[in-house]
């Protein structure tokens, strides 16, 4: 028997706060190792700006991905997919409407 399930992790959001950590780390080592505050503060903006656009785009993914998902689980009907046999499925009709000569 199995018991409850931990809650499924947010894998993209698990990248943000690492790349978020890493936006405060990188300029403290700088500094640490005797790199200018300015040369730190750039390093800072630059790793912010880079992680907000990764952040963009992996939201477009996920949202790309569950949008491809949903389409796969429904049926689709409409006027080019209907299902059943009718007398528009292509091919000579038969009999019926012919005039008679």
Known sequence: ???PQPPARDSSTDVVRWAAFSCVLVPVVLLWYGTSLAGATGTALGLAA????????LRQSERGAARLLDEERTP???RHHRTG???HRGGRHSGGNTPVG
């Not at 880079?50 to 785009?57: E, N, Q």
């Open 1 to 3: 028997m199995s018991g």
């Open 50 to 57: 880079v992680t907000a656009v990764c952040r963009i785009l």
């Open 76 to 78: 689709h009907r409409g």
């Open 85 to 87: 046999s009718g007398s």
